[in-house]
T-cell receptor, first 117, second 112 residues
Framework: AQKVTQAQTEISVVEKEDVTLDCVYE???????LFWYKQPPSGELVFLIR??????QNEISGRYSWNFQKSTSSFNFTITASQVVDSAVYFC??????????????FGGGTRVLVKP | SQTIHQWPATLVQPVGSPLSLECTVE??????LYWYRQAAGRGLQLLFY??????ISSEVPQNLSASRPQDRQFILSSKKLLLSDSGFYLC???????????FGEGSWLTVV
């Protein structure tokens, strides 16, 4: 069975500080996708990134960066120079590679990030 | 570009009343469709998914049902709501054979 663990339930930072969100996953699949989603107070889940298990290169998108380490089954997310608009709940998720029955995401419990001005 | 809409955005329903949440995807054909529920502001749980018209798979036994009467329409229903059905319901879609799932705006359901 697949499992995603986000050990940090809530992180509070002051604006401009960096914040790193941890994500550890378990799967028996040899190929899989990892995701991060952002859920602002409005509730909608916003897709941030998808990472293929074959690709362990770190990725940077603006103030966001992701560190994928297959050896430790981790997919951590860092927000650099945080802003108040980054305040949200962030979810890490895991999906098996293409399956005929559809794609089923397993979500972590989420980490609430509060950025104070 | 593809868009997904679901409605109503919020509703308050008495125990024992019926439920119907609707979701429509535009800009794509034959998508995979999903219903997720988020209870108590946290974990997301997959309720149903569909790979085609009339094809519904249930992930969790419950008081709810889903239907897909048209290619891009997905409906979540209940004949008699329970208090435990309260939560935030999210419709989602993905392109067949690809794994990124995109979510709608969500529907807040409060059963009283």
């Amino acid at each position: 069975a697949q499992k995603v663990t986000q050990a940090q339930t809530e992180i509070s930072v002051v604006e401009k500080e960096d914040v790193t969100l941890d994500c550890v996953y378990e799967t028996r699949d040899t190929t899989y996708y990892l995701f991060w989603y952002k859920q602002p107070p409005s509730g909608e889940l916003v897709f941030l990134i998808r990472r293929n298990s074959f690709d362990e290169q770190n990725e940077i998108s603006g103030r966001y960066s992701w560190n994928f380490q297959k050896s430790t089954s981790s997919f951590n997310f860092t927000i650099t120079a945080s802003q108040v608009v980054d305040s949200a709940v962030y979810f890490c998720a895991l999906s098996g590679m293409i399956k005929a029955a559809g794609n089923k995401l397993t979500f972590g419990g989420g980490t609430r990030v509060l950025v104070k001005p | 570009s593809q868009t997904i809409h679901q409605w109503p955005a919020t509703l308050v329903q008495p125990v024992g009343s019926p439920l119907s949440l609707e979701c429509t995807v535009e800009g794509t054909s034959n998508p995979n469709l999903y219903w997720y529920r988020q209870a108590a502001g946290r974990g997301l749980q997959l309720l149903f998914y569909s790979v085609g018209i009339g094809q519904i798979s249930s992930e969790v036994p419950q008081n709810l049902s889903a239907s897909r009467p048209q290619d891009r329409q997905f409906i979540l229903s209940s004949k008699k709501l329970l208090l435990s059905d309260s939560g935030f319901y999210l419709c989602a879609w993905s392109v067949r054979a690809r794994d990124t799932i995109y979510f709608g705006e969500g529907s807040w359901l409060t059963v009283v």
